[in-house]
Nanobody, 123 residues
Framework: QVQLVESGGGSVQAGGSLRLSCAVS????????VGWFRQAPGKEREGVVC???????MYADSVKGRFTISKDSAKNTLYLQMNSLKPEDTAMYYC?????????????????WGQGTQVTVSS
């Protein structure tokens, strides 16, 4: 059974940084995509960034240059380094995974989801 567990959320002031982690277990697919989504109150869940098995990435325009996705295959862990945070980055952040290629930022392309970790950025 695939399980994704996020950690690392918290509260920071604008301009600050956070690093989210997502521990993945039970996943055995060779071709896969993993990514981060976020959902603010009253808004749709949006794809922030994706990385596939070959290291190709796809970022939302709103986070390009500020967020960086990475993965440690030995630890089965996905990371999201978030710098220069803005109040509009405030949301619940979710880790997601699915067998498939190439990358996608559409939620329908992901079958496995974590429970989420809250990120709050104050001005």
């Amino acid at each position: 059974q695939v399980q994704l567990v996020e950690s690392g959320g918290g509260s920071v002031q604008a301009g600050g940084s956070l690093r989210l982690s997502c521990a993945v277990s039970g996943y055995t697919y060779t071709n896969y995509r993993v990514g981060w989504f976020r959902q603010a109150p009253g808004k749709e869940r949006e794809g922030v960034v994706c990385i596939d098995a070959y290291g190709s990435t796809m970022y939302a325009d709103s986070v390009k240059g500020r967020f960086t996705i990475s993965k440690d295959s030995a630890k089965n862990t996905l990371y999201l380094q978030m710098n220069s945070l803005k109040p509009e980055d405030t949301a619940m952040y979710y880790c997601a995974a699915n067998a498939g290629w190439p990358c996608s930022r559409h939620r329908d392309d992901f079958n496995y989801w974590g429970q989420g970790t809250q990120v709050t950025v104050s001005s």
